[in-house]
């Protein structure tokens, strides 16, 4: 091998320029280390050669009197210096990667091309010994001549430097310019890629993009603002309104207790009062459920209040049905019993109150009622390993107490009352006659039985702890 590149210099020289190039398009991205190794051993190995045999970068290239040995040495020179800023901005950037990461890669780019001016300037002033001054004055004045003409393109790196510096916004971070709403897929010397939630891509120059109003949704990293507003019959009492949106609210358990969610009137007209629930949940993906949960909970007790949505005529329906009637009419268990059946089964319920903090139904406990939520929210409890936790809250038409009355079965459950709660009592007397007849509400209530039960299994297994393994060099660092 050594005696191939002694032989036969300025042919070797080359096969391993092809060699760093070859090998560097075949190794994966995953190895990157071993690309950056590759490459330092095929450059120190170029540069051994070319020192060697008298090719030296520093200065003009030997054999003169004989042309094309003379050319071929000087090519071989000037790809030196170039190779050497390669290696060495690909030694940089992979630094740099472990540092920034890719919120750097503008500074990368950058620093690499004044290496490479570096380089060129370099083999220009040592191995073409031409005049530098006078390359550099007339690279002045023709930088002038391209500055001008690069003007918006210029204006967008600089403004890419600012943003990189300054850090608005970063590498998958979901933001807002100028109102247009996306996650951060790529930030490059002239652009902002963004990714829209409809997977289109948007281009924002940087130039523009350091002018505009940015909003920033992904910071704090742990909390995100949601909020929804909600278009009110204008003949209901703001008070009612409120509390019934106050009562939604606390029935989703994603909103963060701090900062605390709120309930506002934010205008009113002849036409509807305009209502907002606003708050904050832990990560981006949880808002569009957040979201949707929020108004089909609003919805909810918002009917339970007897408040229109979107009208301006107020509802008689409450007027002309009773409590309970209404109730069945809006609880999907009991919605496909006849009118007859729903007015004989209305006659039957009992309303019970419960103050916030009041016990329902303890866990384990076997029901002979069932409770149907008429208004309030209901924390649902389980225990794991002797600790309990909230595994959920029920709001209007949920019912609490299935498993005694089809089978005698008590859940792991704990019912209490989140908030002042109204709930219909249904005794089992009455009730078990009446699901044999109607095996549509059997079958409903059976399958609503099993899921909880399920889900209340799943809820309470025990999580396996997972061993962490212990090495010489975890206990070196240890005393360290």
Same mark, same amino acid.
């Given at each position: 091998?050594?005696?191939?590149?002694?032989?036969?210099?300025?042919i070797?020289?080359?096969?391993?320029i092809?060699i760093?190039?070859?090998?560097?398009r075949?190794i994966s991205?995953n190895?990157?280390?071993?690309?950056?190794?590759v490459?330092l051993?095929?450059?120190a190995?170029?540069?051994?050669l070319l020192?060697?045999?008298g090719?030296n970068p520093?200065?003009?290239?030997?054999w003169?009197d004989?042309?094309?040995l003379h050319?071929a040495?000087?090519g071989l020179?000037?790809g030196?210096w170039?190779?050497?800023a390669?290696?060495?901005?690909v030694l940089?950037?992979?630094?740099?990667m472990q540092?920034?990461?890719h919120?750097?890669?503008?500074?990368q780019d950058?620093?690499?091309a004044v290496i490479?001016l570096?380089?060129?300037i370099a083999a220009l002033?040592y191995?073409l010994e031409l005049?530098v001054?006078g390359?550099?004055?007339?690279s002045?004045?023709?930088?002038i001549i391209?500055?001008?003409?690069l003007?918006?393109?210029l204006?967008?790196v600089?403004?890419?430097?600012?943003?990189?510096?300054?850090k608005?916004y970063?590498?998958d971070?979901?933001?807002s310019?100028?109102?247009?709403?996306?996650?951060?897929?790529?930030?490059d010397w002239r652009?902002?890629r963004?990714q829209?939630?409809q997977?289109s891509?948007v281009v924002i120059?940087n130039?523009?993009a350091?002018?505009a109003k940015?909003i920033?949704f992904?910071r704090p990293?742990?909390?995100f603002?949601?909020s929804?507003s909600?278009?009110?019959?204008?003949h209901?009492?703001?008070?009612?309104v409120?509390?019934?949106?106050?009562r939604?609210m606390q029935?989703c358990r994603?909103?963060?207790?701090?900062?605390?969610?709120s309930?506002?009137?934010k205008?009113?007209?002849a036409?509807?009062?305009?209502y907002?629930?606003?708050?904050?949940?832990?990560s981006?993906?949880?808002?569009?459920?957040v979201?949707n949960?929020l108004?089909?909970?609003?919805?909810r007790?918002?009917?339970?209040?007897g408040?229109?949505l979107?009208?301006s005529?107020?509802?008689?329906? *409450?007027?002309? /049905? @009773? $409590?309970?009637?209404?109730l069945?009419? =809006?609880?999907n !268990?009991f919605?496909?019993?006849r009118?007859? #059946?729903?007015?004989?089964f209305?006659?039957?319920m009992?309303?019970?109150?419960?103050r916030?903090g009041d016990m329902?139904?303890?866990?384990?406990e076997v029901?002979?009622h069932?409770?149907?939520?008429e208004s309030g929210?209901v *924390?649902v409890? /389980? @225990? $794991?390993g002797?600790?309990k936790?909230e =595994?959920g809250? !029920?709001g209007p038409?949920?019912?609490?107490? #299935?498993g005694?009355?089809?089978?005698?079965?008590?859940?792991p459950a704990e019912?209490?009352?989140?908030?002042a709660?109204?709930?219909?009592?249904?005794?089992?007397?009455y009730?078990?006659?009446c699901?044999?007849a109607?095996?549509?509400?059997s079958?409903a209530?059976t399958a609503?039985?099993?899921f909880?039960?399920?889900?209340a299994?799943?809820?309470?297994?025990?999580?396996?702890?997972?061993?962490v393994k212990?090495?010489?060099?975890r206990?070196?660092?240890?005393r360290?």
């Amino acid at each position: 091998m050594l005696s191939l590149l002694t032989n036969h210099p300025l042919i070797s020289a080359l096969v391993l320029i092809l060699i760093d190039l070859g090998l560097w398009r075949l190794i994966s991205a995953n190895g990157s280390n071993w690309k950056l190794v590759v490459r330092l051993v095929i450059f120190a190995l170029f540069s051994i050669l070319l020192f060697n045999e008298g090719m030296n970068p520093l200065e003009p290239a030997p054999w003169a009197d004989n042309v094309p040995l003379h050319l071929a040495a000087t090519g071989l020179q000037i790809g030196w210096w170039l190779f050497g800023a390669r290696t060495l901005t690909v030694l940089i950037g992979a630094v740099m990667m472990q540092r920034v990461g890719h919120t750097g890669r503008l500074l990368q780019d950058l620093l690499g091309a004044v290496i490479f001016l570096i380089a060129v300037i370099a083999a220009l002033a040592y191995v073409l010994e031409l005049p530098v001054k006078g390359v550099l004055a007339t690279s002045g004045a023709l930088a002038i001549i391209v500055g001008l003409a690069l003007q918006s393109t210029l204006s967008d790196v600089f403004s890419g430097i600012v943003l990189n510096t300054t850090k608005p916004y970063q590498l998958d971070d979901w933001i807002s310019i100028d109102g247009t709403e996306g996650r951060v897929t790529d930030i490059d010397w002239r652009a902002t890629r963004l990714q829209t939630s409809q997977g289109s891509m948007v281009v924002i120059p940087n130039s523009l993009a350091a002018k505009a109003k940015i909003i920033n949704f992904s910071r704090p990293s742990d909390m995100f603002g949601v909020s929804i507003s909600l278009q009110l019959s204008p003949h209901a009492r703001p008070q009612t309104v409120l509390d019934a949106l106050e009562r939604a609210m606390q029935g989703c358990r994603y909103l963060l207790s701090k900062p605390a969610p709120s309930v506002a009137l934010k205008g009113s007209s002849a036409s509807g009062v305009e209502y907002e629930i606003s708050g904050f949940v832990v990560s981006m993906d949880q808002k569009r459920m957040v979201r949707n949960l929020l108004f089909d909970l609003a919805y909810r007790h918002l009917q339970a209040s007897g408040v229109s949505l979107l009208s301006s005529v107020e509802s008689n329906a *409450s007027a002309v /049905l @009773s $409590r309970p009637r209404a109730l069945l009419d =809006s609880s999907n !268990m009991f919605s496909t019993l006849r009118q007859e #059946e729903k007015d004989t089964f209305s006659q039957n319920m009992t309303l019970q109150t419960f103050r916030a903090g009041d016990m329902i139904l303890p866990a384990g406990e076997v029901s002979d009622h069932l409770f149907i939520i008429e208004s309030g929210v209901v *924390s649902v409890q /389980l @225990s $794991r390993g002797g600790v309990k936790f909230e =595994s959920g809250r !029920m709001g209007p038409g949920e019912v609490i107490g #299935e498993g005694g009355i089809l089978s005698d079965t008590a859940l792991p459950a704990e019912f209490s009352a989140k908030t002042a709660c109204s709930l219909y009592r249904i005794e089992k007397d009455y009730l078990k006659p009446c699901l044999d007849a109607r095996h549509d509400i059997s079958e409903a209530m059976t399958a609503l039985l099993d899921f909880r039960l399920h889900k209340a299994q799943a809820l309470t297994q025990e999580v396996p702890k997972v061993v962490v393994k212990k090495g010489f060099l975890r206990w070196l660092r240890s005393r360290a």
